[in-house]
């Protein structure tokens, strides 16, 4: 590009708080590019040791990513020639002899769809950044309940429970454990939610299932314990809905039921 050229943008480009670097060859040009990584390229179709449309290709590898508008100015505005710059990888066409209230507007325009572009990125990389972490928090959440859940029965002739397993804990827990009296104790539960906020109600209702194992408590006092201990907790928008069955080795059956459908229960 002509000196007289490339002094009149940079003059146009300051007037917009815009910092300019101005090069003279094509050789410049990568090394500025690299170095100064600019938002913006203006040049000429024919450039000092190469080809304008040549420079434009490279600079494009070299942006990556990056959105940034190549604009060309030349005398020849025919249309294979203005074919021949965007099939290049050229974003916009100024025609010589240059017109300055054109090139301003055509900068702010552009300027605008860099800024665009740029919070585009920035949103993107935050949606990547918390998508990653969600599905971190699952598989955390997924390690952790299975761990515990080993305490649970697995399925034998009385008792079978089939689990459809995700990669993350999708609020749905069965726990089935035999007393030391011979009855067994079985809790199904949905919570709503998924992931790590579900299993951190998750847990305290293993533990208290485990415990009422333990010290032999019916399902009536279980179920107040497991909503006291939920209620004081859980945010008001998540709750849990669950089964509670009793099964003794003489064939009594006790069942609570909160929240949840009407359970089919058959001998």
Not at 76 to 84: I, L, P, R
Not at 208 to 222: K, R, T
Not at 241 to 252: D, F, N, Q, R
């Amino acid at each position: 590009m002509k000196p007289v050229y490339r002094e009149i943008i940079s003059l146009c480009a300051e007037k917009e708080h815009v910092t300019v670097k101005s090069v003279a060859s094509y050789d410049e040009a990568i090394t500025a590019f690299i170095d100064y990584i600019p938002d913006m390229v203006t040049l000429d179709v024919i450039i000092k040791g190469g080809s304008g449309l040549e420079l434009v290709k490279q600079l494009k590898i070299l942006s990556g990513n990056r959105f940034v508008p190549m604009i060309f100015l030349a005398s020849h505005t025919t249309d294979s020639v203005m074919d021949k710059c965007f099939k290049a990888g050229a974003d916009d066409f100024i025609p010589k002899p240059f017109n300055e209230v054109l090139f301003n507007i055509r900068l702010k325009t552009h300027m605008r769809h860099v800024e665009l572009m740029k919070e585009m990125y920035r949103k993107n990389k935050a949606l990547t950044y918390y998508q990653t972490m969600i599905e971190r928090e699952h598989e955390m959440a997924h390690h952790v309940l299975d761990h515990i859940q080993t305490r649970s029965e697995n399925n034998s002739d009385q008792v079978a429970i089939t689990r459809l397993s995700a990669a993350s804990f999708n609020g749905d827990l069965a726990l089935v454990k035999t007393r030391s009296d011979e009855a067994r104790l079985v809790f199904v539960g949905d919570f709503t939610g998924h992931g790590l906020p579900a299993s951190i109600g998750a847990l305290p209702v293993m533990q208290a299932f485990f415990d009422a194992v333990d010290d032999l408590i019916d399902i009536n006092q279980l179920a107040i314990k497991i909503n006291k201990i939920l209620f004081s907790i859980l945010p008001d928008y998540m709750f849990c809905a669950g089964y509670l069955i009793l099964m003794t080795p003489s064939g009594e059956f006790t069942y609570w039921g909160g929240g949840m459908p009407n359970a089919f229960i058959r001998q």
